[in-house]
């Protein structure tokens, strides 16, 4: 699957990824479909930790669609309600993503409940990723399970018990 460019700018496959990605808010509704199984819109509205405007993210939703990061389906339990599921293209950015969380914990100031999902990312290296992909794939594309321990369990359980202390100190 390719993704649908607007105008490039010019052929840097740098250019082009960001262009693909349009903005902040796109890795960040990617980001919590990704890390935070977000698949409905008012999951992606009311938990998001940044505040995002509900027609920020009706655009960014819109225009993920139609650049090929999401797929969105009619989810059968309510008629006016629909899930976001990722691509593979999107799915294949779990890379990037943890570069990303990487690079910001080197750098920012980061808080420790966010930072963990990103610090044992990086931690786990491309195998990790890669595992993290397959288990993302079938989530979102139907794949069959690996039978491998679920990686998003393991970042849940580690942001999870990180919260827990913070809220006892």
Known sequence: MTIHVEDPRSGC??????????DRWSLIVIRDIMFGNRRHFRELLSRSEEGIASNILADRLKKLVAAGFLAITDDPSHKQ???YSLTEPAIQLVPLMAQLGAWGRRHLPVTPDLAIRAQLLEEGG???WAD???ELRTEHLGMPPTGRPSVAMRLQAAYEAIRGAQAQA
Request: proline share 11%.
């Open 81 to 83: 309600k629909h899930f």
């Open 126 to 128: 491309p195998e990790m």
């Open 13 to 22: 496959p740098i250019n082009l990824t960001i262009q693909a990605l349009g």
């Open 132 to 134: 993290f992909m397959d």
